[in-house]
């Protein structure tokens, strides 16, 4: 998996907008989507206990080990129109 640094600020600053600095961003694989799978973003105050954790850029993300084997090809990065940050978007690295 791999989260753009402008994607990282955007998590970041909606951290602390919402007074979660010291969540996790938890990423996973939910439901289908055209490509066979959705993914879920949510911030939890702790990882589960089967989680795997990384730190990309000051970012602390967790995600399952089974969900993790599907999200090696993800790219998180953000959507922009007329150079405003709209959300995030999710790709497959290549795709972008």
Avoid at 2 to 20: D, H, N, S, W
């Amino acid at each position: 998996m791999e989260i753009t640094e402008e994607a990282v600020e955007v998590i970041k600053q909606t951290m602390q907008l919402q007074r979660m600095e010291r969540f996790f961003f938890r990423v996973g694989i939910e439901g289908n989507s055209r490509d066979g799978r959705g993914y879920a973003i949510q911030f939890v105050d702790e990882p589960r206990l089967t989680d795997d954790v990384l730190n990309i850029s000051g970012l602390r993300v967790a995600t399952s080990p089974h969900d993790k084997v599907f999200l090696s090809d993800l790219l998180i990065d953000v959507s922009t129109k007329d150079g405003k940050t709209q959300g995030l978007i999710f790709t497959k690295k290549g795709d972008k």
